[in-house]
Structures are given as C-alpha cells and as structure tokens.
C-alpha cells in the first residue's frame, strides 16, 4: 500500500472542507456533541460515517470484533460511561453486519487461540438460542440470524448496565439494534424494546 496517497488524499479532503466552510477545522476543534454512541464491527468494509451518511462529530464511535459488550470489558465499559454520563448522548445504537467473520468464527469447533475468550461471547448467544438456531435447515440462514440475535443480546447487555438505566428514566435515553446488510448495504433495524427488555430482566438487572 503506497501510504503517501494517503497523505495526498488527506490534503485534498481538507481542501474540499474549507472550500465549503472556511471555518470547519476551527468549529470542529472547539468541542464534540454527538446525538449518540455507535457500537460495530471492526471489520473493514464497514465504515461509520459513509453508510450512514455522517459528519464528523455525528457519532461518538467504539469497535471491536463482532459488536461485542461484555461486562467484564474495560474498554466498551468505559466508552460506554464516557458516553452516557459526560457527552450525555440520547441514544446508544449496537450495529451488527452479515458476513460477520466474528460470529461465523464463533459457529465453527476451532481453537483459535486468543481470540477465544472474546469469540465465546457469541456462542453463549448461540447456547441462549440453540433451539431456535439449530432449527434453521439453510447455514447462511442460520448465521445471518445469529448475527441478528448477537446484536439483540448486546443490547440487553447494554440495558443491564445502571448509568444507561438511570439516564433512560431521568432523560429517556434510548438503545438501538441495528444490522448493516453488506449485500444491499441498507440498515435493518431489529426494533429492540428497552422497556419491554428491562421488565423482563428487571427483578436480577434493574439497578436504583
């Protein structure tokens, strides 16, 4: 890769920005306010801003592999609070994608080493909804859904943490699941219900 056309390309995009707006990079120093937190894959073909047609300054974004929030990571833990409690965002959206190599990784009996311990995440997905799962005939059937109910179950785990809950009931915060479908490149929206989800979690997870 020839990382001086990057470097070229970054100079005609700040061209383009002051061309429009003299005064972009002075306004965009200044301070971010973005409407909400975007949690996705880390994979490449992905990209935030483009499918969704963003600025910078939009989306307050976290990636990691395969859109995964589990409790005991520091990281997303901490984007998370950031997020909710200081940049006081009004929504928080979980954005799968099919072809997920995370979740295909998961459904596969392979020691992958490292990746492991992250990888089990999903199949504890899977393990939630094996009989669902497992009655699906077609494999890339099956793995678009676990794809879908990876993202449906990140979001519990999101609505289980007590800052999002305290700014759900104080300033109606709001938690979102999507799936960007690479095939046609539209967003699917899986229609999560944070209130009908926490009252049924809500006599082990709901937090004062």
Avoid at 52 to 57: A, T
Avoid at 106 to 122: C, F, K, Q, T, V
């Amino acid at each position: 890769m020839d990382f001086k056309k990057i470097f070229d390309n970054n100079k005609e995009w700040v061209k383009e920005k002051i061309k429009i707006d003299k005064d972009y990079f002075e306004n965009l120093g200044k301070d971010q306010n973005p409407e909400f937190l975007y949690i996705g894959c880390s994979d490449s073909r992905v990209t935030v801003e483009e499918i969704m047609g963003l600025n910078p300054g939009d989306a307050f974004v976290h990636r990691n592999i395969a859109n995964v929030v589990p409790a005991t990571d520091l990281n997303s833990a901490s984007v998370i609070d950031y997020a909710v409690s200081h940049l006081e965002v009004e929504a928080i959206v979980i954005c799968g994608h099919y072809a997920c190599g995370g979740v295909k990784a998961a459904m596969e009996s392979e020691d992958l080493g490292l990746l492991n311990p992250w990888l089990r995440n999903i199949r504890d997905v899977y393990r939630l909804h094996k009989k669902e799962l497992n009655a699906i005939k077609c494999d890339e059937e099956r793995y678009e859904r676990l794809v879908e109910l990876n993202v449906q179950e990140q979001c519990v785990n999101i609505i289980k943490i007590a800052s999002v809950q305290k700014a759900h009931r104080e300033r109606n915060l709001n938690v979102y699941g999507w799936v960007f479908d690479i095939h046609t490149g539209e967003i699917v929206d899986l229609k999560i219900d944070f209130d009908k989800i926490l009252h049924k979690i809500m006599d082990i997870y709901h937090l004062d």
